[in-house]
C-alpha cells in the first residue's frame, strides 16, 4: 500500500513536470518553426558571396575579441540609423552568419556596412591604439594582433564544417583554405590569384597589415571588417537606399 | 508534407492564442476549484511548521 | 563531508572523479594543439583534486546514525560558500569593465584583459557562478524542508554542485582564453555545454525524486517555481546552443542555427534565461524565504499559482522584442511585443503577493535589515518588470535599443531584484543551517543592506541618465534636416556616466565582501543556538545588537 501512495505521488510530479513543458514550449514553436520556411521570404542575393578563409578566419578573432559586446552589426529600419550607417540590414546579407553577430550594444558605432568606409591603413592603426586615430576612444588597443601569427593550417576543417551545415563551400575551396588565407594577405604572389579565382574578382586581395612576410590575426580582422556589408549589393537593390556601396578604391 | 511560410504564420496566430485561452481556462479552474482551497491554505501554512527532520515511514 | 557518506558511496564518487580526470586527459590529447587541450588539463586537475579529497577520508568511518532522520545540508553549506566567492568574483570583474570603459588602458595591453574577454566573465560569473550556486544550495534547502524528505542522493547532490561549478569554471577561463561563442549568455563552447547538460539532467532526476519522496500530496509553490527553473533551462540550453565542432580536438564550433535563425533563437534563449534562471528560480526563494522569515504566510496561495502559470507561458513568447526594427520578420516583432506586456500581470501579481504578506509586519522590516533585503527584491522586481514591458514596446525600444537603458534595466533587475533577495535568503538560511542564533553581526547586515540599495540606485540613475542621452543624441536632427551629433559625440558624453556606474558597482562589491565577512564569521564564531531544535530563523527581537 504505501507502494501504491508512492506511485501517485510521482505521478502527480511527472503530470506537473509535463504541464510545464506545455506551457513553456508552445510560444517558442509558434515563434521560431516558422523562421525554418524564412527562404520563401528572404529577399533573393544571387550574387551573395561567401567568406573568404581569411575573412572567416577574421570574423572568429572578431567573436573571439568579444567585439560583439559593444558593436552591433544590424542597422534598423528607422531614418537615423539609415542615415547614420547605411541601408537597413537585410535578413539574407546574415545567411551564411554562424553565429549571427546583430550585436545588443553600440558602445561603439554599428559596423555592419563598415567595409571599404576606411583604408586598410587607418584600421591596422585603429586596432594597435584607437586613441592615436580617434582620441576621445574608449575601445580597447589590440596591438597583439599585429605580432600573433595567423593558424591557417585547420582552416579546411573550419570551411568543412561550415559547409556540413550548408553553407555552399566547394571541395575545392575546402583543399585550398590555407592557401587562400595566405594568398589573399600577399597580393602579387601565385598564391594570391587563386583566391579571386574561387571567390570571385571583387575579393580584395591586400597585405591588409602592410607586411607580406608572415599572416597575422591583423590581417585576418581586417580583412573582415573591410567586407562588412559588401558580400551582397541587395540592400542598395532591394532598400530605399540610393547610395552605392563603399568602394576602398576611391 | 511541405508547408508554405504564410500557412505556417496563420496557424500560429490563430492556433497559438486558442491554446493560450484553453490553458488559462485550466489554471483558472485549478486555482479556484473548491477542493483544492484547504490543500492550498494547508501548503501556505505548512512551512511555517517547526521541524528539523524528515517524515519517517 | 564524507563521513556522511558510506564506502559504496565513496567508491562511487572515486569512481566518478576518476571518470572526470580521464575526461580531462582524452581532452588535453585531442587538443593538443588547441586551446581545447588547456582545457582538458583543467578538466584533469579538477577531476584530481576532488579525487584526492575522496581519497584521504576514503577509509574514515561508515555513517553512525541514521541518515533518513535528519537532512542532507552538507552541500547546502559548501553551495553558500561557492555562492559568495563567486559573487565576489563576478562583481568584481564587473568593477573592472566598467572601469575600463571609463579608462580603457585599465586593459594593460594583454590580451585577456581587454574588455571583450572580460565582459563575459563578470556576466556568467554573477548569473552563473553567483546566481547558479545560489539557486542549486537554496533549492537543495527548501525541496528538503518543504517535502519533510532528505534528498534523494547521497553523491548526486555533490556531482550536481561541483559539476555545475566545473562548467563555471571552464565557461569563465575559457572567455580568458579566447573560447567563446559569442552567443550572449550561452558564451561557452560545446563540450562544457555537453557537460553542462549532463549535470543538469542529474540535477532534474534528483530534484524531482526527491519531491517524489514527499507525503504531502501537494507540491509547495516554491518548488514548482524551482522545477520550471530546471527543466526550462534545460530546453533552453541545447536548442541554443546546438552546434557541430570544428574537429573533436578543436574547442571551436559553429551553431547550426544561420543568420535571422540564429538572432531569434538566440533571444528566446537569452530572454528566458532571464525569466527562467534570474526569475522563476528567485522567485521559489521569495516565496519560501520570505514567508518563513517574516513568519507570515504567503498573502495568496492562488495568486502565487496563477503567476507561476502566467510568467510560465507568456515569457516564451516575449523574447523577439530584443529584435524590434531588425530583419526579423514583423509579425515575430509584435507577438514579442504584446506577450511582454502581458507579462506585466503575473510580474506585479508575483511583486504584490510579496509585498502583501509583510502588509501587518511592517515594523519586522523596519527592524530587520535580512527581511528588508527581501521587500526591497520585490520592489525592484516590479519596477524592472514594469520597466521591462515598458522598453518592449516598438517606439520605446526604438530609443533605448543599443545603448546603457538597457544595461541600466538588466543591472536593475539583476541587483535589485536577484542579488538582493539571495542576500535576503542567504542571511535567513545560514544562521539556520549553521545553528547559530542569529548573523554574527546584524550591524553589518545593515550596512551591506545600504551599500547594496545606494550601489544599484547610483548605477541605475547614471544608466538611465546615459541611456537616454545616448539614445535622443543618435536621432536628433538639425533644423537642416542633417544629423546634429557624430557617435563620437555621443560617446564623449557617456564618460561622466560610465564613472559613476563604476563607483555604484564598487560600492554594492563592497557589500557583498562585508556580507562574506559575517557569514564566516557566523559560521566560526556566532554562538550556538541553545535548546533551539527547531529549524526556523530567529526572530529579529532574539538577534544580538539590536
Redesign the interface.
Known amino acids: 500500500m504505501p507502494e501504491l501512495f508512492h506511485r501517485k505521488l510521482e505521478r502527480s510530479a511527472i503530470g506537473f513536470v509535463i504541464a510545464i513543458i506545455a506551457a513553456a514550449s508552445v510560444g517558442g514553436i509558434v515563434e521560431i518553426a516558422p523562421l525554418f520556411t524564412i527562404d520563401e521570404t528572404v529577399e533573393e542575393a544571387p550574387d551573395m558571396r561567401l567568406y573568404t578563409p581569411l575573412e572567416l578566419a577574421g570574423r572568429n578573432i572578431y567573436i573571439r575579441e568579444g567585439c560583439y559586446a559593444c558593436h552591433s552589426q544590424m542597422i534598423r529600419t528607422l531614418r537615423d540609423e539609415v542615415e547614420r550607417y547605411g541601408p537597413y540590414s537585410l535578413a539574407v546579407e546574415s545567411q551564411y552568419d554562424r553565429p549571427m553577430l546583430w550585436g545588443s550594444k553600440r558602445t561603439g558605432p554599428d559596423l555592419a556596412r563598415v567595409g571599404g568606409k576606411y583604408s586598410d591603413f587607418w584600421h591596422v592603426a585603429h586596432l594597435t591604439n584607437p586613441r592615436d586615430v580617434v582620441p576621445e576612444s574608449n575601445m580597447p588597443a589590440y596591438r597583439w594582433l599585429a605580432r600573433n601569427a595567423l593558424r591557417t593550417d585547420d582552416l579546411p576543417q573550419h570551411l568543412a564544417a561550415q559547409k556540413a551545415l550548408g553553407v555552399p563551400y566547394t571541395d575545392e575551396m575546402i583543399e585550398n583554405a590555407a592557401r587562400d588565407a595566405y594568398g589573399q594577405a600577399t597580393p602579387d604572389t601565385e598564391f594570391a590569384s587563386g583566391v579571386t579565382e574561387r571567390y570571385g574578382e571583387a575579393t580584395q586581395v591586400s597585405a591588409f597589415d602592410g607586411v607580406t612576410t608572415q599572416v597575422t590575426e591583423m590581417d585576418a580582422l581586417v580583412a573582415y571588417l573591410q567586407i562588412l556589408g559588401r558580400l551582397t549589393d541587395a540592400a542598395y537593390r532591394d532598400t530605399a537606399a540610393t547610395e552605392q556601396p563603399p568602394d576602398p578604391e576611391d | 508534407m511541405d508547408?508554405?511560410?504564410e500557412t505556417?504564420?496563420a496557424f500560429?496566430?490563430s492556433w497559438?492564442l486558442f491554446?493560450?485561452m484553453g490553458?488559462?481556462l485550466c489554471?483558472?479552474v485549478?486555482?479556484?476549484w473548491p477542493r483544492n482551497r484547504k490543500?492550498?491554505?494547508?501548503?501556505?501554512?505548512?512551512?511555517?511548521e517547526?521541524?528539523?527532520?524528515?517524515?519517517?515511514? | 563531508m564524507l563521513a556522511n557518506l558510506t564506502s559504496s558511496e565513496r567508491q562511487n564518487a572515486l569512481i566518478l572523479a576518476g571518470g572526470v580526470t580521464l575526461v580531462g586527459a582524452v581532452m588535453a590529447i585531442m587538443g593538443r594543439s588547441d586551446v581545447l587541450g588547456v582545457h582538458g588539463v583543467i578538466v584533469m586537475l579538477f577531476g584530481g583534486v576532488v579525487s584526492w579529497m575522496v581519497m584521504a577520508s576514503f577509509y574514515g568511518p561508515e555513517p553512525a546514525e541514521d541518515r533518513a532522520a535528519s537532512y542532507y545540508d552538507d552541500p547546502i553549506k559548501v553551495g553558500i560558500a561557492l555562492a559568495m566567492a563567486w559573487a565576489v568574483f563576478g562583481m568584481f570583474m564587473g568593477v573592472w569593465v566598467a572601469a575600463q570603459l571609463a579608462w580603457p588602458d585599465l586593459a594593460f595591453d594583454a590580451a585577456w584583459s581587454s574588455f571583450g574577454r572580460l565582459r563575459p566573465t563578470h556576466t556568467s560569473g554573477v548569473i552563473f557562478g553567483f546566481g547558479g550556486n545560489a539557486l542549486i544550495a537554496t533549492s537543495f534547502h527548501v525541496v528538503q524542508r518543504t517535502s519533510r524528505a532528505r534528498l534523494a542522493g547521497q553523491v548526486s547532490p555533490w556531482f550536481v554542485l561541483l559539476g555545475f561549478n566545473l562548467f563555471c569554471v571552464l565557461a569563465i577561463s575559457g572567455y580568458l582564453l579566447g573560447v567563446t561563442q559569442s552567443k550572449e549568455y550561452a558564451e561557452a563552447e560545446w563540450y562544457a555545454d555537453l557537460w553542462l547538460v549532463i549535470v543538469w539532467v542529474t540535477y532534474f532526476m534528483l530534484y524531482i525524486a526527491t519531491i517524489a519522496r514527499r507525503k504531502e500530496p501537494h507540491i509547495y509553490v516554491a518548488n514548482w517555481y524551482f522545477m520550471a527553473f530546471i527543466l526550462v533551462v534545460a530546453i533552453l540550453h541545447i536548442v541554443n546552443n546546438l552546434a557541430i565542432p570544428v574537429s573533436w580536438g578543436h574547442a571551436k564550433s559553429y551553431t547550426i542555427w544561420p543568420g535571422v535563425q540564429d538572432a531569434m533563437v538566440q533571444w528566446w534563449y537569452g530572454h528566458n534565461a532571464v525569466a527562467f534562471f534570474l526569475t522563476a528560480g528567485f522567485l521559489g526563494m521569495l516565496y519560501y524565504y520570505l514567508p518563513v522569515r517574516a513568519q507570515r504566510p504567503i498573502f495568496s496561495y492562488r495568486l502565487s499559482i496563477l503567476s507561476f502559470w502566467g510568467i510560465t507561458f507568456f515569457y516564451m513568447w516575449a523574447g523577439s522584442h530584443h529584435l524590434h526594427y531588425t530583419a526579423l520578420p514583423h509579425w515575430v516583432q509584435t507577438l514579442g511585443m504584446t506577450f511582454s506586456v502581458m507579462l506585466l500581470v503575473p510580474s506585479w501579481a508575483s511583486a504584490g503577493n510579496a509585498l502583501l504578506t509583510l502588509n501587518g509586519a511592517w515594523h519586522r522590516v523596519r527592524d530587520d535589515a535580512t527581511l528588508r533585503f527581501m521587500m526591497a527584491a520585490a520592489v525592484f522586481y516590479g519596477l524592472s518588470t514594469f520597466e521591462g514591458s515598458f522598453m518592449a514596446i516598438r517606439p520605446v525600444n526604438s530609443l533605448s535599443h543599443y545603448t546603457d537603458w538597457t544595461v541600466g534595466h538588466v543591472h536593475a533587475g539583476a541587483l535589485g531584484w536577484v542579488a538582493l533577495i539571495t542576500f535576503g535568503s542567504l542571511y535567513t538560511l545560514v544562521p539556520s543551517l549553521w545553528k547559530r542564533e542569529g548573523m554574527y553581526s546584524a550591524t553589518l547586515v545593515e550596512v551591506h543592506f545600504w551599500l547594496a540599495i545606494a550601489g544599484t540606485l547610483i548605477y541605475v540613475f547614471a544608466m538611465w541618465n546615459s541611456g537616454i542621452i545616448q539614445g535622443l543624441m543618435w536621432r536628433t536632427y538639425t533644423e537642416e534636416g542633417s544629423l546634429a551629433y557624430s557617435f563620437l559625440d555621443s560617446l564623449v558624453a557617456m564618460y561622466p556616466y560610465y564613472i559613476a556606474r563604476a563607483f555604484g558597482g564598487l560600492l554594492f562589491l563592497i557589500g557583498a565582501v562585508i556580507g562574506c565577512y559575517n557569514m564566516w564569521m557566523t559560521v566560526r564564531a556566532a554562538p550556538l543556538a541553545a535548546t533551539r531544535a527547531a529549524d526556523a530563523p530567529v526572530l529579529p527581537a532574539a538577534v544580538p545588537g539590536e
Open positions: 508547408f508554405s511560410y505556417l504564420v500560429s496566430k497559438g491554446y493560450m490553458f488559462f489554471v483558472c485549478y486555482a479556484f490543500r492550498f491554505d494547508r501548503a501556505k501554512h505548512s512551512i511555517l517547526r521541524d528539523d527532520t524528515p517524515w519517517q515511514k
